[in-house]
């Protein structure tokens, strides 16, 4: 049995304890006061990653790119048929 070992770098996840939003970023919780709805937190999250200079879970960079594109900022995930695919699908 192979015990899996932590990544070194962390990525920020988001979580909601009763109504209020957090971020959690290297074992660090934020809270996001000014949040009020899982939408506007959604978008701080993806504004820590380019804030802190990270780089989206690769499992998740066409949901990423997803939200950036809704978010209208330039994808930044490069070359995605299957996000590519679905845009044009959903008529974005």
Do not use: N, W
């Amino acid at each position: 049995m192979e015990l899996l070992q932590p990544s070194v770098q962390q990525q920020p996840l988001l979580f909601q304890l009763q109504d209020t939003y957090y971020a959690k970023i290297d074992q660090q919780a934020i809270q996001l006061s000014d949040v009020s709805c899982f939408a506007d937190a959604v978008e701080c999250l993806v504004k820590l990653f380019y804030v802190l200079d990270l780089a989206y879970p690769h499992e998740l960079k066409p949901t990423y790119g997803f939200l950036e594109k809704l978010m209208g900022l330039k994808v930044s995930i490069g070359k995605s048929t299957a996000l590519a695919d679905f845009i044009r699908k959903i008529g974005l």
